[in-house]
């Protein structure tokens, strides 16, 4: 069914913009949110070739898988830490400013860096500064620009517009890895040299989003520590939100990309499979993600969103089930990979009830606090696989990813989450 309505964020005078079945076609042709989009994933791709280039850096200079690997955690806390603040700005002054502030500062510093790096002064503390400084302008960029999607498209096409923003989180976390190792072959100065200047592209993206990327401020409340902690609040209290929130938090802990890698990684060799087959296995488990996001577009707009959540929530269980009785390494990959298929279909049904029930003097905070919950939880689960695995082995791992996640997977099964609206017909908070 088709159905009219006027951008509200559009310039006086637009003709009606046709939503539903043709609503993914007038987002393709919204300029402004496809700019947006454009510089997010040309930024993310940076940021992605980065956080391979850097242990890559660090292995090739101390050989030290524990330095590497400790920058890592650093950075990962930097950006769960930051997008806290992230969302806080962006409820508070100008989202285009800050975007291209976190651009331009990423562009500086990795212009520095390439040109210390080519000077031979290289070192694991200044490697260290540098992947923290820029996770932090990740962090703080990410609910910015999320935020503003809300006043680019109109309500009826935010769950598309979450949908395409899938496409570029997992498009550039397939890319990013091959795009920095191949560059790193030829120079390890190199990928931090392209790194930078697709953070000036971004930038020059950015200015050309015509339209206001936040309403009015002329009511903005103070900075108070009360008001940075009210989008944990909202999300506490939203009766949509808040099972939604609890299910992906559950989620987390045990089918996080990372923390799923490493447990088919580890049994796959114990099973003495080798190189080869370990990382096409790794890769079958990578493509799920990457398919879900292509065709999650089409998820959002025909099927029904409890019954998206209720799939994505107990395929989860059901996979680790399957993962316990695997015959071969090569299965591994196309379970963990099933599982991966629906989570962005999920993910863009949950942003697109964040921007629809949340006013936009909220948006970034409550963006920032689900960053914060979404990336709190992988850390524990990533070392709960290796702990589990090493005293336990592979069966324990598998059995504990099923019962975390079916736990979470009751959260779907509320009465709330079992008759969902279309985001488009919340009711903002």
């Avoid at 890559?56 to 200079?61: G, R």
Wanted: aromatic content about 6%; some cysteine; glycine content about 10%.
């Amino acid at each position: 069914m088709t159905t009219e309505r006027r951008d509200p964020s559009g310039p006086p005078g637009r003709a009606p913009c046709r939503v539903g079945a043709n609503g993914s076609r007038a987002l393709l042709r919204n300029r402004d949110f496809q700019a947006l989009w454009t510089s997010r994933f040309l930024a993310g791709l940076g940021k992605e070739s980065g956080e391979v280039a850097y242990p890559l850096l660090v292995l090739a200079l101390v050989g030290s898988a524990a330095q590497a690997g400790a920058i890592g955690a650093a950075q990962v806390t930097a950006a769960m830490v930051s997008a806290v603040l992230g969302g806080a700005l962006a409820d508070r002054i100008n989202r285009r400013a800050v975007l291209l502030v976190c651009d331009l500062g990423r562009l500086a510093l990795l212009v520095l860096f390439t040109g210390l790096l080519l000077a031979g002064h290289a070192s694991i503390p200044l490697i260290a500064c540098v992947a923290v400084a820029s996770a932090t302008m990740t962090g703080i960029a990410n609910p910015v620009a999320t935020a503003a999607t809300k006043q680019l498209v109109p309500a009826a096409q935010l769950a598309d517009a979450a949908a395409q923003n899938q496409i570029r989180l997992f498009g550039t976390t397939a890319l990013g890895a091959p795009v920095a190792g191949s560059l790193f072959n030829l120079a390890r100065a190199l990928p931090f040299a392209v790194e930078a200047v697709t953070y000036l592209a971004s930038a020059v993206l950015l200015l050309a989003v015509r339209r206001p990327m936040q309403a009015d401020r002329s009511e903005a409340e103070g900075w108070t520590l009360r008001g940075v902690a009210d989008g944990f609040v909202l999300l506490v209290r939203h009766p949509v939100l808040r099972p939604m929130i609890a299910w992906i938090l559950g989620f987390n802990l045990v089918f996080t990309v990372t923390g799923s890698f490493l447990a088919i990684i580890a049994t796959a060799e114990g099973q003495g499979a080798s190189h080869l087959q370990i990382g096409m296995t790794v890769s079958l488990a990578g493509t799920g993600g990457l398919v879900g996001s292509l065709v999650a577009g089409l998820v959002v707009r025909w099927a029904r969103p409890s019954a998206t959540f209720l799939v994505a929530a107990w395929s989860a269980p059901l996979g680790a089930l399957v993962l316990l009785a695997a015959p071969n390494v090569l299965l591994l990959g196309v379970v963990v990979g099933c599982v991966f298929a629906i989570v962005p279909s999920a993910n863009a049904l949950f942003h697109g009830y964040v921007a629809a029930s949340v006013g936009d003097a909220r948006q970034g905070r409550v963006l920032g606090a689900v960053v914060f919950l979404a990336m709190l939880s992988q850390p524990v689960g990533i070392l709960g696989v290796g702990l589990v695995y090493d005293h336990a082995g592979p069966e324990w791992v598998f059995l504990t990813m099923a019962l975390v996640s079916g736990a979470a997977a009751l959260c779907t099964l509320t009465p709330v989450m079992r008759s969902l609206p279309r985001p488009e017909e919340v009711s903002v908070a």
